[in-house]
C-alpha cells in the first residue's frame, strides 16, 4: 500500500478515535505531561499495529487494548502508581462537547484513580457502556470475572463516596 495514503488513512484513524485514547490516557495519568507522554506513546503503537490490523474485532475495541496495554506497561517500566489525576486543559478541550467538566465527575475521576490498573480499565470501559464481553475481550479476561469484578468496584465506589 502507498505510504501516503497509509499515513492519511492512519490520521484519520487517530482523529476519530482520539476520545477513546485521551479518555484511557487520563485514567492512568499523574499530570498533563504524564498524559501527553501516554497519549503520544499510544499513538506510536497503534501507528506500528495499523498496517496489520485485519478488523477481526470492532476498531474501538482494538484502541482501547493498545492503550489500556500501553498505559499499564508504561507505569510497570516507570514502577510508579499514579496517585492524583488532574483534570488538565488538553483534556477539557479533548472533551469540550461533554459535561464532564462537574465537580461530581472530578470526584468520580479521583476515586476511580485510588483503584488498581485492572480495576480502572474495567471500570472506564463500563462507564463507556462497553458489553461485559466486550470488556473481557479487550482486557483478556472472562465476561463472569468482568460482572463479578465490576459488582465489586461499584460496591468500593460507593463505599469511598459516603466515607
Known sequence: MDTRKLEKQFVD???????IIYKVCY??????????????ETVINLWKSFPRFRGECKASTWV???ALNTCISFFRKSNSRPVVVPITIDLESAFADEEEKT???RELYRMINMLGKLE??????????????EIADILGISKNYVAVKLYRIKENLKNMSNS
Open 64 to 66: 482501547y487494548r493498545i
Open 27 to 40: 485514567i492512568y495519568a499523574t499530570d498533563s505531561d504524564s498524559l501527553n507522554d501516554l497519549y503520544q
Open 13 to 19: 484513524f487517530v482523529t476519530e478515535y482520539k476520545q
Open 120 to 133: 480502572r480499565a474495567l471500570i472506564l470501559l463500563w462507564l463507556e457502556e462497553r458489553s461485559h464481553q
Open 103 to 105: 465537580s461530581q465527575l
